[in-house]
């Protein structure tokens, strides 16, 4: 299915509503039954299934064309009409609309377009305008796709005092077989003067006692640009701050950021309620006060430590887009260190899907399903930043964790793995600083650092692949938290290994037969936000000596096997040793040899058998005193 396949980038969408004093020339919301176009409306089409039509989302939607709820609004779906439809050049037309007299006009429309690409082919769609009726087309903006509806504004001052104006609306699937796009809430008006609406507040949910930025963005709602704005902020107990912004240029109906020159600096922990309120762009009164002010709600921590952001993957060994994200992904995830020691950059998990087809990836569980039920993944691959669904793009991610990692945490996350030979013990601390309310989740995932698999997509190796979480998808829910509370969870699970190193589908079986390449995730995620407050792992699952010993007591993982120019030994080594050793052949003939020295703790080793012709050997490796003996196959 082609929805699979699509890359969705996200872009920002601004609430936007008529000030009582705008100057409304033309307005249709498409509301209405039946799917016929509103009177004054046409459309040019070729396609069999009619073209533009009214009606809801559920009314106008397809397997890979899923319109958001809008109400009722008209669209064209080249994916709902079919492989052979032709939607080369569909146009939908406004009724002619006066604008004699008119100065300062503008077109608001909402717009749900993909600019999707499948099989080769890609999208387009352009909001044209004609005085002529519709004879000659100027094209007044090449629509750029986003992954939701968003709100599109246009300057339309070249046909001021235009006693005929039409607006249309192109979409081309460049012959090939493609998504489509929807219209809503369309309007050609005339703005105030000076209007200003506050959209946001980028104030963290939690802080601590230092200096804190006030910031947010505004949107310029009127028919002026901004070059000056008065921001006030009060906090729950305080005065109000007030300050007059200047130098500033935030054109009409685009938006602009701001930051209060003076910090709040918080005297105490506890819960404050910040307001914040803006006014008198360039120094006039606002024609419309209805929408100037946003409050939040901000909780102080007794003391803030470094974030480590959580990426998660939705992936597949049979889904060929996944492959080429991969070939740059993996990389960026070496050059984070993530999940290997001190210096890790963030931590990650990735989960293998069972599309598409033909769906048989090995690694494909219930745990994996669930998690991409829990995000709504809607296709692959769909990496996540923190409870938030990023871009597939490896630049994108290195940004968005390095902007991540610069935010506080206010919790901290102790992570302790060991194993009694087919058990994995995991015990997580959970240490906030601030109080939080009781409903937050508690999740672990044991996941493997590397395994061989060839997939059907062409990829031979998987890095940080859930094999299970603990005790399950749906974690562990936390109490109400107060500050410097530890929270103390003990989770166990008895792993069975695959057969040939190679698990069924919807097991949980490690592809090794030892747990020397298990990593152990666990994060804190608001269920309602999806937020990830903090990540931790533990990279090294310590052996607990004397219970189901492995061989000798000594944990060994022999790879690749079989064998091509070099083989692997990763093994954990309670106390130093000195390390040896030994290849024979078949015959019995000692054929290799290699000291590695005294070695302690989660080691690996490294072997050429570039040299020993095609057959089967034997490994022995000597660790102090004690012996591990692999039967190793080398085919060249």
């Not at 779906?77 to 007299?101: A, F, H, M």
């Not at 310029?220 to 000056?228: E, F, H, M, Q, V």
């Not at 060994?317 to 984070?336: I, K, R």
């Not at 054929?591 to 703790?601: D, I, K, L, S, Y």
């Amino acid at each position: 299915m082609k929805n699979k396949f699509t890359l969705l980038f996200s872009l920002a969408t601004i609430a936007f509503s008529f000030s009582a004093v705008a100057q409304v020339s033309y307005s249709q919301d498409f509301e209405g039954a039946g799917t016929s176009l509103p009177t004054g409306w046409n459309q040019v089409s070729n396609a069999t299934d009619g073209g533009f039509l009214r009606g809801t989302n559920t009314d106008l939607s397809s397997s890979a064309m899923t319109f958001s709820a809008h109400t009722t609004f008209v669209a064209t779906n080249d994916d709902g009409c079919g492989q052979v439809c032709d939607k080369g050049n569909e146009l939908l037309t406004s009724p002619s609309i006066d604008l004699t007299g008119v100065s300062n006009p503008f077109l608001k429309v909402d717009i749900f377009y993909l600019e999707g690409t499948y099989q080769g082919a890609t999208e387009n769609a352009f909001i044209e305008a004609s005085t002529d009726g519709g004879t000659n087309w100027t094209v007044i903006a090449d629509l750029v796709g986003g992954e939701d509806w968003r709100t599109e504004f246009i300057n339309l001052n070249a046909y001021a005092n235009v006693p005929s104006l039409t607006i249309g609306f192109r979409y081309r699937d460049s012959g090939g077989w493609l998504f489509g796009m929807g219209i809503d809430d369309f309007s050609v008006f005339t703005p105030a003067q000076n209007s200003v609406d506050i959209s946001t507040l980028n104030i963290n949910s939690y802080v601590v006692q230092t200096g804190n930025d006030i910031a947010g963005s505004v949107f310029n709602s009127g028919a002026l640009p901004i070059t000056s704005l008065t921001i006030e902020y009060t906090v729950t107990g305080s005065s109000a701050v007030s300050a007059t912004i200047n130098g500033l240029n935030i054109a009409p109906l685009s938006s602009g950021n701001f930051i209060h020159p003076t910090q709040w600096t918080p005297s105490a922990p506890g819960t404050f309620n910040v307001s914040v309120t803006v006014s008198n762009p360039n120094g006039a009164t606002d024609a419309d006060l209805t929408n100037n002010t946003l409050s939040k709600s901000v909780v102080v921590a007794t003391q803030s430590v470094q974030r480590l952001p959580l990426i998660e993957e939705f992936t597949s060994s049979t889904c060929p887009p996944c492959a080429s994200f991969n070939s740059t992904f993996n990389p960026l995830l070496e050059q984070l260190q993530v999940n290997t020691g001190a210096d890790a950059q963030a931590a990650v998990v990735k989960y293998q899907m069972n599309y598409p087809s033909p769906g048989n990836d090995p690694s494909y569980n219930a745990d994996a399903s669930t998690r991409s039920t829990y995000y709504s993944v809607p296709g692959i691959p769909d990496p996540f930043l923190d409870g938030t669904n990023v871009p597939a793009s490896s630049a994108f991610i290195q940004g968005a964790v390095d902007a991540r990692r610069s935010d506080i945490a206010v919790m901290s996350i102790a992570l302790n793995a060991t194993n009694n030979g087919d058990s994995l013990i995991t015990e997580v601390v959970v240490t906030p600083f601030a109080n939080f309310p009781s409903g937050f989740k508690l999740f672990i995932a044991v996941t493997e650092d590397q395994y061989d698999f060839t997939g059907t997509n062409g990829e031979t190796e998987f890095h940080n692949v859930m094999r299970k979480m603990l005790p399950n998808a749906s974690g562990i829910t936390l109490t109400a938290m107060t500050p410097n509370t530890p929270l103390t969870f003990t989770r166990k699970h008895k792993f069975t290994y695959s057969p040939d190193d190679n698990p069924t589908q919807n097991s949980f079986s490690l592809w090794a037969d030892n747990f020397l390449d298990v990593t152990v995730v666990a994060w804190v995620q608001d269920p309602n936000t999806r937020e990830v407050f903090q990540a931790a792992f533990d990279e090294s699952v310590t052996f607990v000596a004397g219970i189901n010993e492995d061989e000798n007591g000594i944990e060994a993982r022999f790879f690749p096997n079989p064998s091509n120019d070099a083989t692997f030994m990763r093994v954990n080594i309670p106390v130093a040793s000195n390390v040896n050793l030994e290849v024979f052949n078949i015959m019995g003939q000692r054929v290799g040899f290699q000291n590695f020295g005294t070695q302690n703790g989660v080691q690996t080793f490294k072997f050429e058998t570039s040299d020993l012709t095609s057959g089967v050997y034997l490994f022995n490796l000597t660790v102090g005193d004690k012996k591990v003996t692999r039967k190793v196959s080398v085919s060249h």
